[in-house]
């Protein structure tokens, strides 16, 4: 069984609870991938995804245009749209179990834990990846 950590994308991208929901949408904005690990003391907590932010302006019938960008930030923060159903496997975990995980459907990515440190990300495209590449 192939190791998880083989996978995984190591140091993801974090952003604080407490830090500001635009810098959250310029990080997702400015980035290749489409997943922020939220932190709490610098402890996942919670998962902040594009398909978040979406979602939470369509459920407030908002277009994020000029004016409500510069004032976002005065009306929600970070846990108005993150996941905090956070989901996690260890370190020793196996591909096939990040596969399961994510079947089990909801979530497009998985925190990995070393204890309880943030050890890395398994996304659904990093999946894909390592089934194309073992074909």
Do not use: C, W
């Not at 192939?2 to 140091?11: E, G, L, P, R």
């Not at 974090?14 to 610098?42: F, G, K, Q």
């Not at 932010?53 to 000029?66: A, N, S, T």
């Amino acid at each position: 069984m192939t190791a998880v950590t083989k996978i995984m994308t190591v140091d993801p991208t974090t952003i604080e609870r407490s830090d500001p929901l635009s810098d959250a949408i310029r990080a997702l904005e400015s980035a290749p991938y489409h997943h922020l690990v939220v932190t709490e003391n610098d402890k996942p907590i919670g998962m902040l995804s594009t398909t978040d932010i979406v979602r939470l302006l369509h459920e407030l019938d908002i277009e994020f245009d000029g004016p409500l960008r510069n004032s976002i930030d005065d009306f929600y923060s970070i846990d108005d749209a993150m996941t905090s159903k956070l989901r996690s496997i260890p370190s020793t975990a196996t591909v096939k179990d990040a596969a399961e995980v994510l079947a089990q459907g909801g979530f497009h990515s998985v925190v990995v834990l070393d204890g309880d440190e943030l050890a890395g990300i398994v996304t659904t495209t990093d999946l894909a990846r390592f089934i194309v590449s073992s074909s």
